[in-house]
């Protein structure tokens, strides 16, 4: 896999979700082409220890059971998204949000589908994190 540095942007992300309560697990999710073992390497390099928030490996089925997610504004966000408004990579177009949600690599993996003015990539909702300055 490439490395792609990480973008100012990406980090103050990482960082306001560690913040939130997120794992670095939970975390791959939000950071497209970033491997566990790079956003772990990333809080390290922070001075933040990850590897306090792992959580145990499950065994058994690969189908990950929706369970309680740290409360955070953005999993909130993304946890009431109508399931009818989620869109497929081939089904977004320019006025649909591309925040990406759950795990490139699964089946279930899917965009936001909001609607997005045609000059920002993102809903509004997910602007708000996308663009945030601290
Ligand atoms: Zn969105």
């Not at 990850?50 to 499950?58: I, N, V």
């Not at 999993?75 to 408004?85: M, V, Y």
Request: a positive charge; hydrophobic letters at 35%; aromatic letters at 8%.
């Amino acid at each position: 896999m490439a490395k792609r540095s990480w973008s100012i942007d990406e980090v103050e992300l990482l960082k306001k979700l560690w913040a939130d309560g997120f794992s670095a697990e939970d975390m791959v999710s939000q950071f497209r082409g970033k491997t566990r073992n790079a956003i772990c390497g990333k809080l390290r390099r922070l001075g933040i220890d990850a590897t306090a928030r792992l959580k145990p490996k499950r065994h058994g089925p690969t189908i990950r059971p929706t369970r309680p997610r740290p409360v955070a504004e953005l999993a909130i966000i993304n946890a009431t998204l109508p399931p009818n408004q989620l869109r497929k990579l081939q089904g977004l177009d320019e006025t649909t949000c591309r925040w990406p949600l759950g795990d490139p690599r699964h089946d279930s993996f899917c965009f936001c589908g909001g609607h997005a003015p045609v000059e920002v990539p993102y809903c509004s909702a997910h602007s708000s994190f996308a663009y945030q300055r601290s």
